[in-house]
């Protein structure tokens, strides 16, 4: 399967999505919000939501999409990924002078 890259962002293409216990989905999600950025207040934000769904637990986050879909960024190039189930992770980075591991800022 196929890992796609927007800035710190990784979709991860999986076969289906695993039963979760719990799913939801918050109010940014349902308005595309995959990511929010932690410094200037930009966003990793998915165009067009039809057909789309964004969904976690505890653990993972997930995303179905019936149809291609387009995700923006203010500092990077957008990205159209195809349809399918994709697993979302969110690249991390580690400060080897405080040895902490924590995610990315955009």
């Known amino acids: 399967m196929k890992i796609y890259r927007h800035g710190d962002v990784l979709f991860e293409q999986v076969e289906s999505i695993p039963e979760m216990h719990n799913p939801r989905t918050t109010d940014e999600e349902k308005k595309g919000v995959v990511q929010l950025g932690e410094t200037i207040g930009h966003a990793h934000v998915i ?58 800022a955009d």
């Open 47 to 104: 165009e067009d939501m039809t057909g789309v769904e964004i969904f976690s637990d505890r653990r993972d986050r997930f995303l179905k999409a019936e149809q291609a879909f387009t995700i923006s960024h203010q500092e990077h190039k957008a990205l159209t990924l195809p349809a399918g189930n994709y697993r979302i992770r969110i690249a991390r980075e580690f400060d080897y002078i405080r040895h902490a591991a924590r995610m990315v």
